[in-house]
């Protein structure tokens, strides 16, 4: 599965999740790609991905997995329950 397939799949995945008539986005936060296996392993290579998406209707954060070996994808919804901001600028 391509990289641009993947975070296709994913976005389409959060929207049939999120299920809103409300208008939102839904944007990157992380993206990892790697491979398990090569040629000279008796393993066929694949391609394993990885992203964790946020949106712009509520706190929650999404994180998919597409394993490559299963064929599967993977979906986990976390809510964001707290947030704080720290300024660096000062000592404490």
Known sequence: MSRDDFITLCKEKIRTYINSEETYDIFTLW????????????????DNQRAIFGNTLNNNIFDCTYNALENKLYLEIFTNTDSRTYNLSTVD
């Open 31 to 46: 993206k990892d790609y790697w491979t398990i296996g090569n040629d000279r392993d008796a393993v066929p290579g694949t």
